[in-house]
Each structure stands twice: as structure tokens, then as C-alpha cells.
């Protein structure tokens, strides 16, 4: 069994108790790595650690240049090693190695972007109406972030957070999910081969609580957060404490519409991409599939047909098509979940529990027609491969169907009308809206979501700009005494 360390202030350690947490396989069921299972006190090393790296390493002292030199070296290290990452996170979280090595090599790609953008952020000059005083505003990096991830895709997740935020200076306590710390592990020696300093980014592994210790800390001052809706409601809440800023990008239910004018073959291959890629655990599943009523049976036929042909099996084989669930809870709640919208009236069209051959954490891919949306099987997140199908009369019927619901990250429409795929696609409260496509995402378009699925991430320079703080400089210019008194 492989046994890691955590990483705090450049150096490997393990939590003083010496209690270590098991990574499990999901594949396998068996654990594979050793980690420690840290405290409190662990957290408070490694925020204390980034807090000096902050104010008195030579992070704070480097240029922006300086910064984004860095993050290119850091890019093409792990593009030569994204292979190997792959593997490990592919056995870590369960997903296919070669959708983990599509991350894997896009990830560069960002610490690229943002490393160009390192040095562009720029002030402003304030046309004054003081004759007296030159005004200007400088972005200064907003100090140490707390970022907390999930398992379903943990690299590509926290890079969202620390391309843009090491481009502004920040320093980083990572805390990944407990299901699957290692790849977060294996990133830290890189950014240490890669020259960052001492302290500029730590990683403490453990439960919940260690995300907990992280958003009430005082001397934490962003906490970027990916995961639940439920988790993201209880972290805003204990951050407000401290007036700690927070980002959240949190859950969905994302409708997925077929008009009659849909090349239904197209759609049906969406259809199936948006729900059972990754085994459904992405947050931008499209787990509502609204039909319109003229092709309901048409589209459905064909999507069990190719659903009956998905391939189960080893994530590490080039020609599996669907892993296993990545963790024991996820595994109870999807089959709850069957459970639910058996009892709700839904009809199940395909699948409907494990499956038969293989056993262990494989879930079948699941359809469910004849559902309602205001089923819970419609209303409430799984992240799992099940697949509610509702109908739908017209468009109109399509958008309010679309937009009942508490999330609003994503959402596709298919159409070969392009009128109607704009007038759609304007009308639809997600963040994130495909045309005739899904599960695309682009370092250069921001993620976000409306509603509960949280505050998301703009794109480009906004994106370095939320992990920094506006400062106005007000300079006198005439030298001359001023009544101390007197306003402005
Ligand atoms: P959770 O919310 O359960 O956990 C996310 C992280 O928060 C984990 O590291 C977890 O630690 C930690 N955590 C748990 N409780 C607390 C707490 N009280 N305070 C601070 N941190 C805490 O989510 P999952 O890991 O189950 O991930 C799946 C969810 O993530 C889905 O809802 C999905 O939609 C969402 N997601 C959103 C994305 C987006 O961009 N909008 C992208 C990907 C996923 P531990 O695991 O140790 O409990």
C-alpha cells in the first residue's frame, strides 16, 4: 500500500497522533493508499505556514512576472507527468483513465493561460475631482485561500481555483475530499519541483471537519469551495463569522431539452454523454432529460438501445465506457435514489440497481420515463448515472419545466432551428448553456451557476481579480498643510 504525507510548509508530514485515513479503489474495493488523517492543529500549521509565506516569504516579494514564470514551469511539469496523475486519480476516484487523462492534459493548458495573465492585471488611474490629489488603485492579492474539493474530479477542480489564484499572489491550504486526497498529494511535490517557495501551497488531508477548522480559521481570507449545495450552505454561514470572502460552486440539476426539430440521433448521444459520462458524478449531469411529446418514444427508444450497449468494467481499460461509483455513501445514495423514484410512480425504462456481473460499487445506467417534475427523483441532485425523462408540450413548457428548480448551473438544448436555440438559450437560468452538445468546458469561458448551484468563477482576468482586493492610493500633491478638520 502506498503511504503519503501531507504537505505543509515545503516539507512532507504526517499528523502528529499518526492516524492515517485509506484511500479505497472503487474498482477494486480495496485500499490502496495510506494517508494521515489530520487534525485541527494540522490545519492551523499550514494556515500559519501560508500566512508567513504571504507577508514574509519571498512570494510576496516576486513580481507578477516572476509569478507566472512559475506557473508555466509548474504547467509543463505536469503535462510530462499527466499520464501517471491520470492513473492515480483514475484509481483513486474510480473515473475512466481516459477521461482522467483528458484532465490530465488540459490542465496545463490553464497554468498556462493564467501564467500569461500574471502580469496584466493592472490599476486604474482615477480622473479626480480633488485638484489636489493623483488617485490610483492597485489589485493586491487577497491573502490565504482556503480551497476545499471534491472527489469527483479533484485536480481539475482545484486548478480552477489555483491557476488564477497564484497568478494574483495568494497562498494556498488545500483540504481534498477524504475519498480521494492523493492526486492533490502528488500535485504538492510538483509545485515544490516546480520552485514555488516554502508555504505558498499546503495540503491537509482528513474529514469534513478539517474543511470546518479551514472556513473558521481567522487568519483565512477567501475560502473557494467545490462540492455540495448542503456543504456550501453550512460553509457560507460559518465564514460570515469571520467575514471570510467565499466562492462556491455547488450542485445542479440540469435540464437537458430536445426539441421535435433535434436530429435525434445527435441528441440521443448527448443525452447519454450528459448522464452517464463519468458515471453521472459530474455536477453538470444532465439528469433532467425533457422531451418534447411529438418524439418522446422515438428519442427514448434509441437512448435505452445505446444505454443497453454501455460497457462496464475496469476504468483503466481503453474501451470502458462507464467506471464504477467512486465511494460507499455515493453507492448507498444512488440506490436510494432507485428506490425513490420507484415509489414516486417513475417507470424504469432501463437498468434500475447494481449490476449483475460485476458487482461492488457498478451501478447499471438507469433511465426513468414517465417522470414529473415535482418528483424528487427531478428535484434533487443525485450524482450518479440515473436519468430522469419528463415531456414536454412546447416551448414554452419546456423553459418553465427547465427552470423549476432550485439549481441553475447547466443546461443543453437541441435544435436545428436557430432561432430557437438562441431564444432558448437566453430564456434558461444556468449558468452554463450547450447548443447541440455537452459537458464542454473551457478555461476560457467562465463555469457558474444561478440560484443554489452557487456564485461560480469568472473567466480570465475576472477570475485573477476574485482573489484580490482593491486598494485606492490617494496622493497629495501639493505639499501644502491642510485644514484637519475639513473633509476631503
Ligand atoms: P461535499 O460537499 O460532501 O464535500 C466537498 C468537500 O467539502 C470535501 O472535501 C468535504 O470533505 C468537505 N466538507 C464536508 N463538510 C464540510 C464542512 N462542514 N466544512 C468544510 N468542508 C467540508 O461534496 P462531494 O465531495 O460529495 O462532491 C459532490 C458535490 O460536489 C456534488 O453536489 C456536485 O454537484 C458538487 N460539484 C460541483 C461542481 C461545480 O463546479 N459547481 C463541480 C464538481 C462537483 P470530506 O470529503 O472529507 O467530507
Known amino acids: 500500500m502506498e503511504r503519503y504525507s501531507m504537505f505543509i510548509d515545503g516539507q512532507e508530514v504526517q499528523d502528529a497522533s499518526g492516524r492515517t485515513i485509506e484511500s479505497l479503489n472503487p474498482y477494486s474495493g480495496k485500499p490502496w493508499a495510506l494517508v494521515p488523517d489530520g487534525s485541527e492543529a494540522d490545519v492551523d500549521r499550514a494556515v500559519r505556514a501560508a500566512r508567513h509565506a504571504f507577508d514574509k516569504g519571498p512570494w510576496g516579494q516576486m513580481t507578477a512576472t516572476q509569478r507566472g514564470a512559475l506557473l508555466r514551469k509548474l504547467g509543463d511539469i505536469i503535462a510530462r507527468d499527466a499520464e501517471e496523475l491520470a492513473t492515480i486519480e483514475s484509481r483513486d476516484n474510480g473515473k475512466l483513465y481516459?477521461?482522467?487523462?483528458?484532465?490530465?492534459?488540459?490542465?496545463?493548458?490553464?497554468?498556462?493561460?493564467?501564467?500569461?495573465?500574471?502580469?496584466?492585471?493592472?490599476?486604474?488611474?482615477?480622473?479626480?475631482?480633488?485638484?489636489?490629489?493623483?488617485?490610483?488603485?492597485?489589485?493586491?492579492?487577497?491573502?490565504?485561500?482556503?480551497?476545499?474539493?471534491?472527489?469527483?474530479?479533484?485536480?481539475?477542480?482545484?486548478?480552477?481555483?489555483?491557476?488564477?489564484?497564484?497568478?494574483?499572489?495568494?497562498?494556498?491550504?488545500?483540504?481534498?475530499?477524504?475519498?480521494?486526497?492523493v492526486s492533490t498529494l502528488e500535485l504538492a511535490k510538483r509545485i515544490q519541483e516546480a520552485g514555488f517557495p516554502a508555504g505558498v501551497f499546503n495540503v491537509v488531508t482528513g474529514m469534513g471537519k478539517i474543511g470546518a477548522a479551514l472556513v473558521s480559521h481567522p487568519d483565512v481570507d477567501k475560502i473557494a469551495f467545490t462540492g455540495a449545495t448542503e456543504t456550501g450552505k453550512v460553509?457560507?454561514?460559518?465564514?460570515?463569522?469571520?467575514?471570510?470572502?467565499?466562492?462556491?460552486?455547488?450542485?445542479?440539476?440540469?435540464?437537458?431539452?430536445?426539441?421535435?426539430?433535434?436530429?435525434?440521433?445527435?441528441?440521443?448521444?448527448?443525452?447519454?454523454?450528459?448522464?452517464?459520462?463519468?458515471?453521472?458524478?459530474?455536477?453538470?449531469?444532465?439528469?433532467?432529460l425533457l422531451v418534447q411529446e411529438s418524439v418522446h418514444d422515438r428519442l427514448l427508444e434509441r437512448i435505452v438501445e445505446r444505454t443497453k450497449q454501455i460497457r462496464l468494467g475496469d476504468p483503466m481499460h481503453e474501451d470502458t465506457e462507464m467506471g464504477p461509483v467512486s465511494n460507499e455513501p455515493q453507492l448507498r445514495k444512488v440506490l436510494e435514489y432507485i428506490d425513490v423514484a420507484r415509489a414516486d410512480g417513475a417507470t424504469c425504462a432501463y437498468g434500475g440497481g447494481l449490476d449483475p456481473t460485476l458487482g461492488g460499487y457498478f451501478v447499471?445506467?438507469?433511465?426513468?420515463?414517465?417522470v414529473t417534475n415535482d418528483m424528487r427523483i427531478a428535484r434533487e441532485e443525485v450524482f450518479g448515472p440515473i436519468l430522469s425523462v419528463i415531456k414536454f408540450k412546447d416551448e414554452d413548457d419546456a423553459v418553465e419545466i427547465a427552470n423549476d428548480t432550485r439549481f441553475g448551473l447547466a443546461a443543453a438544448v437541441w435544435t436545428q432551428n436557430v432561432h430557437r436555440a438562441h431564444r432558448v438559450a437566453h430564456r434558461l437560468r444556468a449558468g452554463t448553456v450547450w447548443v447541440n452538445a455537452y459537458r464542454v468546458v473551457s478555461f476560457a469561458a467562465p463555469f457558474g451557476g444561478f440560484k443554489e448551484s452557487g456564485l461560480g468563477r469568472e473567466n480570465g482576468m475576472d477570475s485573477i481579480r476574485e482573489f484580490t482586493e482593491t486598494k485606492s492610493v490617494y496622493v497629495e500633491l501639493s505639499g501644502a498643510p491642510r485644514d484637519p478638520f475639513k473633509l476631503g
Open 98 to 181: 481516459r477521461e482522467m487523462l483528458g484532465q490530465w492534459k488540459y490542465i496545463p493548458e490553464w497554468f498556462y493561460y493564467y501564467a500569461g495573465m500574471a502580469d496584466k492585471l493592472q490599476g486604474d488611474t482615477i480622473p479626480s475631482d480633488r485638484p489636489n490629489f493623483f488617485i490610483y488603485t492597485r489589485r493586491e492579492p487577497i491573502g490565504v485561500v482556503g480551497a476545499i474539493t471534491p472527489w469527483n474530479s479533484p485536480m481539475l477542480l482545484l486548478t480552477f481555483k489555483l491557476a488564477p489564484g497564484l497568478a494574483a499572489g495568494c497562498t494556498f491550504v488545500v483540504k481534498p475530499s477524504e475519498h480521494t486526497p
Open 235 to 288: 460553509i457560507a454561514a460559518a465564514a460570515a463569522k469571520n467575514l471570510t470572502r467565499v466562492s462556491l460552486e455547488l450542485g445542479g440539476k440540469s435540464p437537458n431539452i430536445v426539441f421535435d426539430d433535434a436530429d435525434l440521433d445527435v441528441a440521443a448521444n448527448g443525452a447519454i454523454a450528459g448522464i452517464f459520462g463519468a458515471t453521472g458524478q459530474t455536477c453538470m449531469a444532465g439528469s433532467r
Open 364 to 370: 447499471q445506467p438507469t433511465i426513468f420515463s414517465n
